[in-house]
């Protein structure tokens, strides 16, 4: 084809988009075809849930005005700089496509799982395709229109099938809990561009836990996979690398601190966060106490840490987490039998 100059021009002003960096292959618990043919709609068709591709932040104190301390948020903190998603935002989107200094990033977050993930976005951004599978989020890049099962962190149609993307670590916590370890944090605010009444979920409440997410109601979609060592609602802490997946009883951690365990062939020591309630996750073998690790802005630090491996960890409801790994070890209380 001839370039004229006219082409030429609008070539050299187009953005040079591509799909999001792609890790090693990924970890599933079933064949991308599975879950391409499990998928359904979730309702709203592609981009009718709307990302925020130019989110505007305030400050700590100003989001005092309308989050109240036991409200969840999303919150990441990478190269010094912190920032909260909060929950009654999210769940009106999604995705958020930010930059994170100066690193494209996604902050995702499905109401339907309990699920907050980060990802490296590269040139491109994500979107919602308004597809489900197990009742998950499925996004789609807006560079190769390939598609990922938010829990997954995979392709699982498109160019990018049976890859893994590059995740950044969130927390799913307290509104009170994370600017208490991140007094400075930046907070999304509710000037999104959209119309939404960031005062009401649609699907009930994390403060306290009422309508979807009480432990006692019950999924909306169905699942590949069922297991009744949990309630479905219930909130366990996963982790999956290429080794496989276990998901760990989050009482328990708090209960013990720190736990040493060995899963898949591997060597894994998981730290509970107590101002967070969440739980770090190091590969490899190491005799840490609990009385020896001290934690910072950017998480634990501990003696021996350099020689393992971090492993990316979040909460998920247990039914969402058993239908992508039902083959997940499960670090459990004697209680639930797991």
């Known amino acids: 084809m001839r370039t004229t100059p006219i082409l030429a021009l609008l070539l050299a002003t187009t953005p040079a988009w591509a799909a999001p960096p792609l890790g090693e292959p990924a970890v599933m618990g079933a064949a991308p075809a599975t879950y391409r043919d499990a998928m359904l709609s979730g309702g709203p068709g592609k981009d009718g849930i709307p ?57 995702t977050y499905c109401p339907l799982t309990g699920t907050a993930l980060g990802f490296h976005r590269g040139a491109t951004e994500f979107g919602v395709s308004g597809r489900l599978v197990n009742s ?12 990922y099962p ?66 006692g109601s ?36 708090a209960k013990e601190a720190v736990i040493h365990t060995s899963a898949n062939g591997q060597d894994y020591v998981v730290i509970h966060d107590p101002v967070l309630d969440t739980g770090w996750v190091y590969r490899g073998a190491a005799d ?5 690790v001290a934690f910072t802005e950017a998480g634990p630090r501990f003696p021996g840490q350099d020689a393992l491996e971090p492993v990316n960890a979040f909460r998920a409801m247990w039914f969402a987490w058993a239908a992508f790994y039902p083959q997940t070890t499960v670090i459990g209380d004697d209680a639930a039998g797991a």
């Open 51 to 107: 990302s925020i591709d130019a989110p505007r932040f305030q400050s700590a104190a100003a989001a005092d005005d309308y989050l109240e301390p036991g409200d969840r948020v999303i919150g990441v903190y990478h190269e010094g700089v912190a920032r909260a998603y909060p929950q009654r935002i999210l769940v009106w989107h999604e995705i958020v496509n930010d930059t994170l200094a100066g690193d494209p990033v996604s902050i």
């Open 288 to 292: 840490v106490d609990a009385d020896d």
């Open 136 to 147: 998950n989020l499925v996004m789609y890049d807006r560079a190769s229109d390939s598609l």
């Open 218 to 253: 019950r999924r909306m979609f169905p699942v590949l996979n069922e297991d009744e060592r949990y309630p479905a609602k219930h909130e366990v802490l996963g982790f999956r690398d290429r080794h496989g997946a276990v998901a760990v009883d989050l009482e328990r951690l």
């Open 150 to 215: 938010q829990i997954l962190a995979a392709g699982i149609q498109g160019p990018s099938e049976g890859r893994g993307l590059e995740e950044l670590r969130v927390v799913f916590t307290e509104w009170a809990s994370w600017k208490q370890r991140h007094p400075d944090t930046e907070v999304l605010s509710t000037e999104t561009g959209h119309m939404r009444n960031y005062q009401r979920d649609p699907y009930g409440a994390y403060n306290p836990k009422r309508g979807y997410y009480a432990p």
